[in-house]
């Protein structure tokens, strides 16, 4: 069912509550990385040009339940407030007196962001009370979070039980774009998984295989792959109790028609840092006590070219330990590819997000998934119980 969004609404001098994901990397009370507050304009902006009250509540970091300090949003509403060039007015609570007056006498030009939601332990349990008394502020509440609508907490998905609920534009073009490559994607239809392990993986793994042309398989994970075939990896990681589900899943992919791309040579390190000896081997070559940390060039060239040659791709995971220079090159060469398609292209997951922003190419692609996990269960087929409690259209 198509969701409810916040622009088939009429929010004219109505107050809404909007669940954004300002879980933003702080250094000294400075928001180091602002991607998360600019994906959320769009819908502020919305909301404001439409003469709505706007209330804002995010969770910054794990407080637990408990007030810390350093975890406070008061760097997050300056920098929210220097993107909108208007006044943002923080409360230092979430709910009670001091947050109802600032609703009462927030003007047409500000925005009102609660105190980080996480301080209360009402939040992550999902008390019936605590999201009655956030919906309690509001008329309309707005999701606008996907990187938590995986999490089923009182603010991104209790609250929706006491107010109409609808989808902000963040969330709605993450279901339409993710959704759409899914359903209906233009083919060829590559999904490229990368990342340490295959356990995190092996539900959407399973999804895709259903739904995809070609399934590349690169980074840790890769390593349990390829000794499920037989070969001897060494000291890198492989989860030697995930090699039944990997040879299921290689099974599964021959009889589905579905072409698999694995490794064909590794670059090998004698320790996973910068400064270590590393080379590329053949996949039976790799020496003893060394580890997988990169896929060598032949492989980064077939996986290139399978990408290329694609309409629709969907990406999660690095192809090594892209944070060191060194072993950087594969996941590079693949974020490179992107940006030739000619197509749609999808990036998710964290550490793939940050290997495209730390190259440039981030504003070349289609879509970057602002949920890590949200975007894996996504991809998994499972349903994210933060768009499952809006309201459907």
Request: net charge negative; proline share 4%.
């Amino acid at each position: 069912m198509e969701k409810l969004t916040v622009k088939d609404l009429d929010v004219g001098g109505k107050k809404v509550l909007v669940r954004v994901d300002f879980n933003v990397p702080l250094d000294g009370g400075k928001v180091t990385d602002d991607t998360r507050i600019r994906a959320a304009l769009p819908t502020i902006e919305f909301l404001l040009a439409n003469q709505a009250k706007v209330i804002l509540v995010t969770h910054l970091g794990r407080p637990k339940g408990k007030v810390v300090e350093e975890l406070r949003l008061d760097p997050v509403a300056q920098r929210l407030s220097d993107l909108l060039k208007i006044e943002v007015i923080k409360t230092d609570d979430t709910v009670g007196d001091e947050v109802d007056r600032a609703i009462n006498q927030l003007a047409p030009d500000q925005v009102l962001l609660l105190e980080n939601v996480r301080f209360n332990p009402g939040e992550k349990a999902n008390e019936p009370a605590f999201a009655k008394q956030l919906a309690d502020l509001a008329d309309i509440y707005v999701n606008d979070a996907f990187g938590t609508a995986h999490r089923a907490h009182a603010s991104t998905a209790g609250v929706a039980d006491f107010l109409p609920a609808a989808a902000g534009m963040l969330v709605e073009k993450e279901l339409r774009l993710m959704g759409e490559a899914l359903r209906n994607p233009e083919r060829p239809f590559t999904a490229i998984l990368g990342g340490a392990k295959v356990s995190d993986k092996i539900g959407v793994i399973d999804n895709l295989l259903e739904k995809v042309d070609a399934l590349i398989i690169g980074g840790g994970m890769a390593n349990t792959f390829l000794e499920a075939q037989g070969y001897d990896l060494k000291a890198s990681l492989v989860e030697k109790e995930k090699l039944a589900l990997a040879k299921e899943a290689l099974a599964k992919a021959e009889e589905k028609g579905v072409k698999l791309l694995l490794p064909q040579d590794l670059l090998v390190a004698s320790e996973v840092q910068a400064d270590s000896e590393y080379r590329t081997v053949s996949l039976d070559q790799v020496p003893d006590n060394w580890k997988a940390v990169d896929i060598g060039e032949k492989t980064a060239k077939m996986f290139v070219d399978q990408i290329v040659a694609s309409k629709t791709i969907i990406w999660n995971g690095p192809m090594g330990v892209f944070e060191l220079a060194p072993f950087a090159k594969g996941t590079e060469a693949l974020a490179q590819a992107m940006v030739d398609v000619d197509g749609i292209t999808i990036v998710g997951g964290g550490d793939s997000v940050a290997a495209v922003e730390k190259m440039g190419v981030a504003d070349k692609l289609t879509h970057i998934s602002t949920g890590g996990g949200a975007s894996l269960q996504f991809l998994e087929g499972k349903p994210l119980p933060g768009i499952e409690a809006l309201n459907n259209k």
